[in-house]
């Protein structure tokens, strides 16, 4: 018997949510590319989640965590190990004054809507963008001149041994699209904001113009993984996709958005293959041309 089937045989014992066993990770990402998991968990809560890491960590199985799926390209022969999707469970909110206290599976989306409509302001920035408040916090996910780590106090942290800690902000090394979590491989179980009392009806329509200005500028409708390169400050990705003559560049089912340079769609059947030649392709000609070196921002699982 394996270390997969042990294990997965000592979850379902402990009830710990739904597991499921080769599942595509087409179903989970929003690009909709991505073969099969070798187990794909749903924890129904974090008491579920400490189980999990706890069994995963004695049974010395390799593990990733993820979102909502939306900055993730994963290799079409699929995932080793175990997947821990966060979401329906690890989705609660609670909120004293202008203090946020959200868990980890919880919609960035939705809760950019609840926030706007409490007359909280710090959030307005975040209209629109996809993903998990886990995520969010993970990849310090930003907008309009605004981050995650503009808000945020502390976050609670599940790591591979079973341990929960409290990162602050400091602590948590925020920078550019980054967090030290992309180091420690560490799971946000609960994050707190600090935001600020406003005028509920300015703070909505702020909201609404960035969650507006992304749906007119990003190909959201259609199947993506997000921005695709991290902004090489002062100059912007998509820009220099444009400049290069990619707009529009297809190889097999995956194109770069004729909408945003910074954006790879799925038109149809494409491969993650297809979605990394096109990856390689803009590397090479932008640094031919700028001599810049573009780094993805799109978390690549190629195993």
Request: overall charge positive; hydrophobic content about 35%; aromatic content about 6%.
């Amino acid at each position: 018997m394996s270390k997969l089937t042990r294990l997965a045989e000592t979850l379902r014992k402990e009830d710990v949510g739904r597991i499921r066993v080769n599942e595509p990770m087409s179903k989970h990402t929003t690009i909709r590319i991505g073969g099969p998991a070798d187990l794909l968990i749903e924890p129904k809560n974090t008491k579920s989640l400490r189980k999990i890491m706890k069994a995963i960590y004695e049974h010395d199985v390799k593990w990733r965590a993820i979102g909502r799926g939306s900055n993730l390209l994963v290799s079409d022969k699929g995932i080793d190990g175990v997947v821990i999707k966060l979401g329906k469970g690890m989705d609660d909110l609670e909120l004293n004054g202008t203090e946020l206290r959200v868990a980890g599976g919880h919609s960035l989306i939705k809760l950019v809507s609840f926030i706007s409509k409490e007359g909280l302001s710090g959030f307005e920035f975040a209209g629109g963008i996809p993903g998990s408040v886990g995520g969010a916090v993970y990849m310090n996910a930003g907008a309009h001149g605004s981050e995650i780590s503009d808000i945020l106090t502390k976050a609670l942290v599940l790591f591979k041994d079973g341990r929960l800690e409290w990162l602050t902000n400091e602590e948590m090394e925020f920078s550019y699209r980054t967090s030290i979590l992309q180091q420690r491989s560490g799971i946000v179980v609960v994050a707190i904001f600090d935001l600020k009392k406003g005028n509920k009806d300015s703070i909505i329509a702020e909201m609404n113009k960035n969650k507006d200005y992304r749906s007119d500028t990003q190909p959201w409708k259609e199947p993506c993984c997000g921005s695709v390169f991290r902004n090489p400050l002062p100059n912007h990705a998509g820009k220099l996709v444009e400049q290069s003559g990619l707009k529009g560049h297809q190889i097999g089912g995956a194109q770069i958005s004729n909408m945003h340079g910074n954006f790879i769609v799925n038109v149809g059947g494409a491969k993650a293959d297809d979605v990394l030649a096109l990856i390689n392709l803009v590397k090479k000609t932008v640094k031919n041309r700028y001599d810049i070196d573009l780094q993805t921002e799109v978390e690549i699982v190629y195993e």
